[in-house]
T-cell receptor, first 112, second 115 residues
Framework: SQKIEQNSEALNIQEGKTATLTCNYT??????LQWYRQDPGRGPVFLLL?????KEKRKERLKVTFDTTLKQSLFHITASQPADSATYLC???????????FGTGTLLAVQP | DAGITQSPRHKVTETGTPVTLRCHQT?????MYWYRQDPGHGLRLIHY???????DKGEVSDGYSVSRSKTEDFLLTLESATSSQTSVYFC??????????????FGDGTRLSIL
């Protein structure tokens, strides 16, 4: 079955550095991957969607890549700020219902 | 922000009691979803709806039922709550076009504790 995996360990980085988060998937490549941000006590907020044939997508300080050979998506935040501290989730279609399935998320902590 | 309201935001109840959670949207989106989020499991789909009175099961539907009598409201019911259903429940919506790959917009969740 399709799975999606994110590093469960928190990522701690210094302000101003680039944060890189990893999302790995199994089985066939999905047509799309989605990335969300979740703050404590809040629902996830959609950030970016990348299609299989796009390889890279950018939005302001955010960049997402899609590598079908490695079965991996990387999520980058450049010039990170303490306000970027949150949990970041990736998602793909999969499972028995062919609906979105989410990774467990990676907690990013940006230190001032 | 997408207009999604979940109620209640917090609830504590006892094992064996019925519980109903409500999701209300003002976006007129066709699709509505109920998820639960637990440590180590991430978001898991319980049930979803693709229109009024059209619902289907997700991956963790046992012990839950749903109803959608109006476009704007999607109810999740635990007929007889168990401690394993203690969780944070999120409602999400997505528009009618594009199908399952459309981005979803989430409410802020209901924290449910079953003692």
């Amino acid at each position: 079955s399709q799975k999606i995996e994110q590093n469960s360990e928190a990522l701690n980085i210094q302000e101003g550095k680039t944060a890189t988060l990893t999302c790995n998937y199994t089985n066939y490549s999905p047509a799309y991957l989605q990335w969300y941000r979740q703050d404590p006590g809040r629902g996830p907020v959609f950030l970016l969607l990348i299609r299989e044939n796009e390889k890279e997508k950018r939005k302001e300080r955010l960049k997402v890549t899609f590598d079908t050979t490695l079965k991996q998506s990387l999520f980058h935040i450049t010039a990170s700020q303490p306000a970027d501290s949150a949990t970041y989730l990736c998602a793909r279609l999969g499972g028995a219902t062919n609906k979105l399935i989410f990774g467990t998320g990676t907690l990013l902590a940006v230190q001032p | 922000d997408a207009g999604i309201t979940q109620s209640p935001r917090h609830k504590v109840t006892e094992t064996g009691t019925p519980v109903t959670l409500r999701c209300h949207q003002t976006e007129n989106h066709r699709y509505m979803y109920w998820y639960r989020q637990d440590p180590g499991h991430g978001l898991r789909l319980i049930h979803y709806s693709y229109g009024v009175k059209d619902t289907d099961k997700g991956e963790v539907s046992d012990g839950y039922s749903v109803s959608r009598s109006k476009t704007e409201d999607f109810l999740l019911t635990l007929e007889s709550a168990t401690s394993s259903q203690t969780s944070v429940y999120f409602c999400a919506i997505s528009p009618s076009s594009g199908g399952s790959n459309q981005p979803q917009h989430f409410g802020d969740g209901t924290r449910l504790s079953i003692l």
